[in-house]
């Protein structure tokens, strides 16, 4: 039996073969999303013409009963026409932040890194924050994941705080979490500041004001996501954009010193922070939702 796997990001699609719930070795392959039309063309290159019998898609964007699309792409997926076009493959589409939340029990130890030292529960949730193209979140709880579209939600008072200290009247033209926190939220970030257009990649690297503000506002959102989703099993960072951030100096500082204290019995106060390395972490979540397909 032959299986597939893909993590469609609104940059990049990545797929790979799995086999027995885990990924097949030195089978995972990228593809830049601006050379195809749609998902299907990249599909028919990765796999050149090989039989599908299962596929399992992880997406950048809301996972529906029926027709899907992808937040920052127009790009669609159906299911039933994916499994028609493989000759009648079992498909199942699923959201790529729970995709990275199914994988958490089976990731390796250099997987991840800290970021913020502390204590998980056990058996408690997880929370899975994905910074990249755009912003997500997801909840793992043994093997269930919830869905959330948190980047579309109103930016908690905590967050708007921060900006308005340092931007004054601008701060009210972002409106949502993805405004600020996604890649093109940051950019827009470093323009209010009064900085030039420059890629995301290169504000990291080299505005050391504007990262100090945008990590101020992160450690904000994530002492509102505590209350909201109570992820005593941790929270793990995803995705291209957080692993660039959570790199910074004194990204760990500040979000450690931001955690709850004194409360619900000093419970909160301790949760670790890890950011995701592997680049293939979806892909693998993937792989252990294949046999649920």
């Not at 790979?16 to 601006?34: H, S």
């Not at 090989?50 to 996972?63: F, K, N, S, W, Y």
């Not at 089976?106 to 204590?119: C, H």
Request: charged share 15%; proline share 4%.
């Amino acid at each position: 039996m032959r299986s597939v796997v893909a993590d469609v990001g609104g940059t990049n699609t990545r797929m790979a073969y799995a086999q027995g719930g885990v990924l097949v070795a030195d089978t995972v392959k990228w593809f830049r999303n601006d050379d195809y039309p749609a998902f299907a063309d990249v599909l028919d290159d990765f796999r050149q013409g090989a039989a599908v019998d299962r596929l399992c898609v992880a997406i950048a964007g809301p996972v529906m009963p029926g027709h899907v699309r992808l937040t920052n792409r127009d790009w669609s997926f159906d299911a039933d026409q994916l499994g028609a076009a493989l000759g009648g493959a079992a498909v199942r589409i699923i959201n790529d932040l729970a995709a990275v939340g199914h994988a958490l029990p089976y990731l390796s130890g250099d997987a991840v890194v800290p970021v913020v030292a502390g204590r998980a529960a056990p058996g408690g949730q997880a929370l899975v924050v994905g910074l990249g193209t755009g912003f997500n979140v997801s909840v793992a709880h043994g093997s269930g994941v919830m869905l959330a579209e948190e980047g579309h939600t109103g930016l908690p008072i905590g967050v708007y705080r921060v900006l308005q200290a340092h931007l004054g009247d601008k701060a009210a033209a972002f409106e949502t979490v993805e405004q600020v926190f996604a890649g093109a939220g940051l950019r827009a970030l470093h323009r209010a500041l009064g900085g030039a257009e420059m890629p995301s990649q290169q504000i990291v690297e080299q505005a050391d004001e504007t990262m100090a503000v945008y990590v101020q506002a992160l450690a904000a959102l994530c002492r509102d996501m505590t209350f909201q989703f109570m992820p005593l099993g941790g929270i793990y960072f995803n995705g291209g954009l957080a692993r660039a951030v959570v790199g910074l100096p004194d990204t760990g500082k500040v979000l450690a010193a931001a955690r709850v204290r004194d409360m619900f019995e000093g419970t909160l106060s301790d949760i670790p922070m890890w950011c995701v390395t592997d680049d293939a972490a979806a892909l693998a979540g993937c792989a252990a939702c294949l046999d649920q397909v």
